[in-house]
């Protein structure tokens, strides 16, 4: 006997469960509390399996029945249509997780977790680097479908104006986020890795240094002859015991100079 949309409608709890069939293994699964839920009972390789297709009224008998009809004609075919749905879904999800998964959503994934262990001024370089060069150009793009080619006309502008290390920097950068991909299982392959190869090689400038005994004399003792500037004196007396780049000397925050005795009386600190 088939069900009609009045007894699917009518069909009310009686604290226990009940099941409706309307033929073809389909069947209105009603709950101890009253919800209503669309089931089809079938065997696939003698093996007893079962189909949801959602609740009612949300899928309706009408809608349930075609459901039903293209499930048995999956299995006339010796098409399993459980596998065949949870392929479908996984399909979806697969689809969906590799449209949200561009190469600006990744890499600003990444920058959210590295951003702690840099400078303020680095993180501000990189950031910039990322949203005015590689995001115009590949922001928008997933990271399963980035090729080679893509990471090489983000660095091309820089290598024909010849600012060989700007290019080198940004190939390294998008290498940290293909890296990242790959870790987090939205890649199988870093497409990145060794593109730097392809660039114009980095020309390395040594500058002139000091380095025989005597002129390194003569040096100290013209920082001590120098007058000028009295923060430019105590600088440059200080750089030859501590070795730090200028700069980094320069915005060194000061410790305090005293400290307390066990006593409580005040003594210079070492």
């Known amino acids: 006997m088939k069900l009609s949309d009045a007894a699917v409608r009518n069909a009310k709890a009686n604290g226990k469960v009940q099941k409706l069939s309307d033929g073809g293994g389909l069947y209105l699964h009603v709950t101890a509390t009253g919800s209503k839920l669309w089931r089809m009972a079938y065997r696939f390789e003698g093996k007893q399996k079962l189909l949801s297709f959602g609740a009612y009224p949300a899928v309706s008998l009408k809608d349930a029945r075609?459901?039903?009809?293209?499930?048995?004609?999956?299995?006339?075919?010796?098409?399993?249509?459980?596998?065949e749905k949870k392929q479908a879904r996984e399909e979806k999800l697969a689809k969906e997780r590799e449209e949200r998964d561009t190469f600006e959503f990744v890499a600003r994934e990444w920058f959210a977790k590295y951003e702690p262990?840099?400078?303020?001024?680095?993180?501000?370089?990189?950031?910039r680097y990322l949203e005015n060069t590689i995001f115009p150009v590949i922001g928008g793009k997933p990271v399963t479908q980035?090729?080679?080619?893509d990471f090489l006309q983000i660095v091309q502008p820089s290598e024909r104006l010849g600012h060989h290390e700007t290019a080198h920097k940004l190939m390294r950068l998008c290498g940290q986020v293909t890296r990242y991909a790959r870790i987090t299982g939205r890649v199988k392959y870093d497409v990145a890795a060794g593109l730097t190869e392809a660039l114009t090689p980095v020309q390395t400038t040594h500058f002139a240094a000091v380095t025989l005994p005597d002129d390194i004399g003569q040096l100290l003792r013209d920082i001590d002859a120098y007058v000028g500037y009295t923060s430019v004196v105590y600088c440059l007396k200080i750089l030859p015991y501590v070795f730090t780049r200028p700069s980094e000397l320069r915005l060194a925050h000061g410790a305090s100079l005293t400290a307390?005795?066990?006593s409580g009386s005040s003594r210079l600190r070492a």
């Open 66 to 83: 075609h459901r039903r009809d293209d499930a048995r004609e999956l299995l006339a075919k010796g098409i399993d249509p459980g596998e």
């Open 260 to 262: 307390k005795t066990p």
């Open 117 to 127: 262990t840099l400078s303020e001024k680095h993180a501000k370089k990189l950031r």
């Open 146 to 149: 980035l090729e080679p080619a």
